[in-house]
């Protein structure tokens, strides 16, 4: 798997021998794939870069992220864990984020800086290692250690039972009324070893890449009013 840039943008990596297997193995998911066409979803090449912006992108819009994110490295120059140890946490904070996850931000900055924690020895893991590794950190869990995999070190079998909008594409290529743990495996192993880009189109999917296509999820009841 090769890494592709554009201008200064880094974008996930894959071509006709991932799309080929899951066509392959699933009929729908390649009918999917014919609609959709490429996927370009952007990545982040630094892992200490890539943890900072996801623990940011916690329970706020992508909006909201990325104007966060901008002012961090407009204030910091670098994002590295010299520039956030040498920040106090008001500076942070400054930048938009809660004192919550400035102080996960520091805490994660010191130990990469002491050297407690070695982030090449991460990115040299396998997938579950290496999400347990991240997820022990502070404001880091296994969702937000699956998304820094795929989206910085493009691992290419990522899929995340804990990611709402996966669950919602898959309900909506197969019909699904809900997606529980057994049948979300199943398609883990369809879609292995390429799931990372099955990932891709299922959310895209589940943004309404494919029109018509819409979520099989029971709806709820109104609550009646007296």
Known sequence: MQRRREGYRLYFQYGSAEVEYLKSKDKRL????????HVDREVDADLFSAVVHHIIG????????????????????EVNAANISAACSSELQ??????????????FAGKVQSGALDLQGISQMPDTE?????????????WTAEMILLFCLQRPNIFSFDDLAIQRGLRMV????????????????????????ASLYLWAVA??????????????????TQ
């Open 30 to 37: 390649g009918e999917v794939i014919d609609q959709v066409g």
């Open 58 to 77: 916690q329970q706020i819009s992508t909006k909201a992220q990325a104007t966060i994110w901008q002012r961090m490295q407009d204030g910091l120059g």
């Open 174 to 197: 197969y019909h699904h009324r809900g997606i529980d743990r057994k049948l979300f495996e199943k398609y883990r192993r369809r879609f292995s070893p390429y799931c990372s880009v």
């Open 130 to 142: 290496a999400i347990q590794a991240l997820a022990s950190l502070k404001g880091i869990g296994v």
């Open 207 to 224: 943004g309404g890449a494919v029109p018509g296509m819409r979520d099989y999820a029971p709806k709820e009841k109104k609550r009646r």
């Open 94 to 107: 400054a930048f938009g984020i809660t004192f919550r996850k400035a102080e996960y931000i520091k805490a």
